[in-house]
């Protein structure tokens, strides 16, 4: 059985879906294509030496 999860409110990982009252109407679904791309780097303790370690989509 499959469920949906979501971190809304930044309270970790918490089922939704159909059979979860939720108490609220639904907000508008954020369309992950929307979210600006961020640029992540990573800098050691000493120097400016940076390191790109990746990319990803997140909401502002």
Request: hydrophobic share 35%.
């Amino acid at each position: 059985m499959a469920t949906d999860l979501t971190a809304e409110g930044g309270h970790g990982a918490v089922p939704t879906g159909p059979s979860v009252p939720s108490g609220a109407d639904p907000a508008p679904a954020v369309v992950r294509r929307d979210w600006p791309l961020y640029e992540v780097f990573v800098r050691g303790k000493r120097g400016l030496n940076h390191v790109h370690v990746g990319s990803l989509h997140a909401p502002d």
